[in-house]
């Protein structure tokens, strides 16, 4: 099978690799932390496109959020370009993973430790929120717009499709349509400036639909 670049682009290296896990659901984490030896053997990759589009919108030495950073090959990228990175997680193994990269600064968190006011030029969601339920997202998306200072920049990768479920290996997810993430990007006070869908292979052996978005608050 052929995929498609943006099949290479989970978080925000050119590899084919998984979700970052950053939720509280304890079953999807198990997994993900059982699995961590495997993600850093296909994270080895240049930056994605997304990636760099995203570092090169923000302000030289802006403050940005990696927000679900998995081991932090994206949290380092944004580092090595003179970023001041906060990256977090809810897998304690992947913290400990991101903090050994320079300039990084990780921690374990949830979702709803983020800051209550204007603190970060951009914040970097690449398939984490997807790990969210769906009465707990719309708020998420709110945090991000109140942690973001004004303009800042919102990054969001989700899957597509309905409903809530588990896959083959236990992981939680909620999906989306495009037109429900931009009502609820759109109500929280962000603009969407970009946004591509694809089709990616999953960890689980599952080619599902994804979509990249791109807003500013």
């Not at 994605?48 to 403050?63: N, W």
């Not at 949830?110 to 690449?126: E, I, M, R, S």
């Not at 707990?136 to 945090?143: C, S, T």
């Not at 004004?150 to 597509?160: C, V």
């Amino acid at each position: 099978m052929t995929l498609d670049e943006s099949a290479y682009e989970r978080n925000g290296y050119l590899a084919p690799i998984e979700e970052s896990y950053f939720m509280t659901d304890t079953q999807t984490l198990a997994v993900y932390d059982a699995k961590i030896e495997d993600y850093l053997r296909l994270t080895q990759a240049p930056p994605s496109k997304s990636l760099l589009a995203f570092i090169h919108a923000i302000p030289a030495g802006g403050r940005v959020l990696d927000l679900g950073c998995g081991p932090g090959l994206a949290a380092a990228a944004m580092a090595r370009q003179g970023l001041q990175v906060d990256a977090t997680d809810g897998s304690a193994k992947m913290v400990a993973a991101a903090a050994k990269h320079p300039g990084v600064s990780a921690q374990l968190a949830t979702f709803d430790t983020l800051p209550t006011g204007a603190t970060y030029h951009g914040v970097y969601a690449n398939f984490s929120l997807l790990h969210a339920s769906r009465a707990d997202f719309a708020r998420h998306i709110q945090a991000c717009h109140t942690a973001l200072h004004p303009e800042g920049i919102l990054y969001l990768g989700m899957k597509l499709g309905t409903g809530e479920k588990r896959d083959s290996l236990g992981r939680f997810y909620t999906y989306y349509s495009a037109e429900e993430l931009a009502d609820v990007l759109t109500q929280a006070g962000f603009t969407i400036s970009y946004q591509r869908e694809g089709k990616e292979l999953g960890l689980a052996g599952d080619v599902e639909p994804f979509i990249m978005v791109t807003a500013h608050a």
